[in-house]
Nanobody, 128 residues
């Protein structure tokens, strides 16, 4: 079990960028794949991106491909989600979550595979 803390959200104009961070409250992320998820108002939570431990292989939702980049800095024990060319459809609360070792394929992560409890998330609001 690992308790994660998200940060970096905020208000940004359409076309802008944000970089989210995910860090553990304690311990190391070394043996965990980390997924980013989001939940827009009135919608179900959806997977955005995942990065595996060890080989750092990644997976993205179709909506994130070409705009979002997930990465990890093991020295800083942090996983990032760089988001570019944001649109109003990207608005929502963003969460990170952990599962052991590897992402499940190269597509969007599935929330049911990730360890609970989840954190409070960080709000991203894309608006002019």
């Amino acid at each position: 079990q690992v308790q994660l803390v998200e940060s970096g959200g905020g208000l940004v104009q359409p076309g802008g960028s944000l970089k989210l961070s995910c860090t553990p409250a304690a311990g190391t992320l070394d043996f965990f794949a980390i997924g980013w998820f989001r939940q827009a108002p009135g919608k179900e939570r959806e997977g955005v991106a995942c990065i595996s431990s060890g080989d750092d292989t990644t997976g993205y939702a179709d909506s994130a491909k070409g705009r979002f980049t997930i990465s990890r800095d093991n020295a800083k024990n942090t996983v990032y989600l760089q988001m570019n060319n944001l649109t109003a459809e990207d608005t929502g609360v963003y969460y990170c979550a952990a599962k052991y070792y590897y992402c499940s394929g190269s597509d969007a992560p599935h929330a049911a595979a990730y360890l609970e409890p989840w954190g409070q998330g960080t709000l991203v609001n894309v608006s002019s």
